[in-house]
C-alpha cells in the first residue's frame, strides 16, 4: 500500500477505489435511497434502518454478482476471449468488488492496517463457501432429491448468513487500534 498525504492507494489495479471516486458515487445512491424511503414509507424505512448492515451485505453481494456475470458478457461475449480467462477475470473483478463495497460501505471498516489480513481471510472464506456451495448442492439434489434451483437457493441462504458473520466478526471486526 502506497500512503500520500491525500489517501492511502490500494495496490493491484484499485485505483477506481483509491481515487476516491467509487464510494462517493455509492454513498450518494444511498443518500437518495435513505432520504426518499424516509419520507415516503416512514415504517418500512425504520424496520430496514434497524437491519441496515445486513441489507447492505445483500445488496453489495447482488451487486458484486451482476458485475461477475457483466465482466462475463462483456469478456467472452463481446471480446471472444477464452471462456476459462474470461471467468477468471470476471471473477477476479467481481472479487474486487464484493471485497471493496463489503469493506467499506457494509462494515464501514476504513483500516489500511490489516488490509493484507482481511484479503487473504476474505478470499479463503469464498473458497471455503464454493466448496461447502458444491457440498450442500451435492446433498440436496443428488442425496435427498430437492429441485436444483431450491437447492440452490436453500445453500445461498445459509452461506450468505455465515458470511455475514464471518465478514463482521472475524474479517472487518473493529479492533481497539482502529476506533
Known amino acids: 500500500m502506497i500512503v500520500s498525504a491525500k489517501r492511502a492507494y490500494w495496490p493491484l489495479g484499485h485505483s477506481l477505489i483509491a481515487s476516491g471516486k467509487f ?3 455509492i454513498n450518494r445512491l444511498y443518500l437518495r435511497f435513505y432520504t426518499f424511503f424516509s419520507g415516503r414509507y416512514p415504517r ?3 424496520f430496514c434502518n434497524q437491519r441496515k448492515a445486513v441489507i447492505k451485505f445483500f445488496v453489495a453481494g447482488a451487486f458484486a454478482g451482476a458485475t ?12 471472444h476471449w477464452q471462456i476459462v480467462l474470461a471467468t477468471s477475470s470476471a471473477f477476479l473483478l467481481s472479487f474486487m468488488v464484493s471485497f471493496s463495497l463489503q469493506k467499506l460501505w457494509t462494515f464501514r471498516n476504513y483500516s489500511q492496517k490489516r488490509l493484507p489480513r482481511q ?27 430437492v429441485w436444483y434451483l431450491l437447492s ?6 445459509f452461506l450468505g448468513v455465515i458470511n ?3 465478514y ?12
Open 164 to 166: 455475514f458473520f464471518s
Open 152 to 157: 440452490q437457493l436453500i445453500v445461498n441462504l
Open 119 to 145: 484479503l487473504i481471510l476474505y478470499f479463503s472464506i469464498a473458497f471455503l463457501s464454493m466448496n461447502l456451495n458444491g457440498f450442500g448442492m451435492h446433498q440436496l439434489v443428488n442425496n435427498i432429491g
Open 68 to 79: 461477475d456475470l457483466l465482466a462475463l458478457f462483456i469478456f467472452h461475449g463481446l471480446l
Open 168 to 179: 463482521k466478526f472475524i474479517v472487518f471486526c473493529k479492533h481497539r487500534d482502529e476506533a
Open 23 to 25: 464510494m462517493p458515487v
Open 44 to 46: 418500512l424505512f425504520f
